[in-house]
């Protein structure tokens, strides 16, 4: 891609230059004019007028140096018009000009409409006021007509329309309702959604009606429209190359289906819905619990030093590790949007989908391939020979790790972020994972991970094996925890203040006890204050007592709780089944699995006893979680004799029969 420049000196006669023929790699941000050619052959300067410094004479140098001036204006040294920055006589730059020309308008930073038949007229009415005229002209410009000005409405981000005196009209989003009665371009695509959301049909009737100079244009300037590659064979006809694009549009709609077809197989769970929905589970993300970290020393040597390729967060249950990575995932996204990528994952060990080696790995591979597309080649290479066995088969591993680093050696991979929470939570070979990982930072240097997990010796040693390693231990910054906890329990009073119309007394008391015994634990905070949501205002006092500091401690209470309640034997089998499922359950699994559940009138009354089941278990829409990996544990460990008191082997031998019968009913 050649630029159009003026040398430093640039003066309103200044010369004008050209760059070299630019690697994609090297382009610098430019401004791009769509137009339309003058009638007169000899009308428009060309890339030999500027070879040899002639052509201002030319009708068509004005627009140029317009368009030039205008980008000075927007803080861009460089732009580009197609009848000067090509060289034509050379065919194999005119090919790949033709090819690229809707890649290079939608990656321009700037893109300006010329309308040369355009202008702003003034009729005076009572002395100062005046009347625009120029709507009807702007409906009816011959650029609405031209086959090639299609893209250049549509590739660019964004549209800014000039009158021939170059006034500025507005642009793609102020103008859409003018644009849309010309064209039938539905709002939607004029205010940036993808054209591939529209069907083939709609995307060719667009088109409807637009002529082109060259016959075999009409088919050329479409193929950028429909994300094909067309090389255009000047002399083949109109018909054949018809028929090429169609060909080309059908290939790609089957190689997008298959493409859909690898994608729904490799994933295993979006990422995505699972950082929303642990989000939404926790209350949201709340920006001064995690900001801190931003401004840590570790955070900011792995995130400036090009040597520091690991971060490992570490740090002890409930002290906000998950959240944590959120932020860092949502500060990477907002500041590196179009320079990086990010990929992410969430382990759960009481989710049989999210809680192993294998699924790490799909889901990374998953969020990196939709967000660079082109990647998506190095899955199928092996995919369409062996389809979604290549993900789940004995061998899925190998072949899964051997994917992965094709994928990360890629040369036209962007920068990249990755990140894994919870890694302890990686029931099925953590080893494996933790052994891949510790290797990564040390062959791909674009590359930079982050993971967390508690603090547990073996993670310790498996990732005390990667070099270039940069550790965050929580408890070593426990100050900014403690600041950060203190920002969540303002937050949380200053809700249950406002929801339970508590008196200034009430607010200030829990505020006091939550900050003195909070431990800087962000669930032990949560917990407590959901309990809270349960209680009137006159009882709070009393019961805040009845909160001990400490996780374990608190779950303690919470069991003796349950003990005290009439439906205590009940609450405890929901407990024992949900602690030894595969994966959460829904509701009607959950009442499958629990005999005396199916003595229950409704499904309301279901969910009443999850809810009786102190904070150890929160239910979004109709599935049932723990509300921390901590619950589980704690359930499986310190509470097994009390949960289990027939053993667990009992539990499993009940949730076997009843499944065993319920499908003997409905086979």
Known sequence: MR???????YREDGELSITDDLATNAIPPYAILSHTWGAKKDEEVTFDDLADNAGREKPGYKKIQLCGEQ????GLQFFWVDTCCINKANKAELSLAIRSM??????????YVYLEDVSIKKRKRVDTLSELTWKPAFSSSRWFTRGWTLQELLAPSGVEFFSRDWHKLGDRLSLKAQIYETTTIPYDVLEGASISNSSIDERLRWAQNRETKLKEDAAYCLAGIFDVDLAPVYGEGTEQAFRRLHDKIQSREDDIRKREDCLRDLRPTDPRNDKKRIQDTKGGMLEGSYRWVLDNSSFKQWHNDPQSQLLWVKGD??????MLLCGIIDELQKTLARTASVSYFFCQAADSRINSATAVLRGLLYLLVTQQPALTAHVRKRYDQAGKALFEDANSWVALTEIFADVLQDPNLDTTYILIDALDECATDMPKL????????????????????????DIEAQLGQAGHRVRLSLELNAASVSAAVSVFIQHKVSHLAHHKKYRKQTRDAVFEHLTSNANDTFLWVALVCQ????????NVLKKLNSFPPGLDALYERMMQQIDASDDAELCKQVLASIALAYRPLSLAELVVLTERLEDLEDEAEVREIVGLCGSFLTLREDTVYFVHQSAQDFLLGKATDDVFPDGVEAVHRAAFSRSLETLSKTL
């Open 3 to 9: 630029l159009l420049y003026y040398r430093e000196d």
């Open 71 to 74: 980008a000075k204006r927007d």
């Open 102 to 111: 809707f890649r290079w308008y939608r990656n321009a930073t700037k893109c």
């Open 317 to 322: 249950p409930g002290k906000g590790k998950t």
């Open 434 to 457: 933790l052994h891949f990982v510790a290797q990564q930072p040390s062959v791909i240097s674009r590359v930079k991970w982050i993971v967390s997990s508690r603090n547990w010796p």
């Open 531 to 538: 309990e809270l949501e349960k209680t009137a205002e006159r």
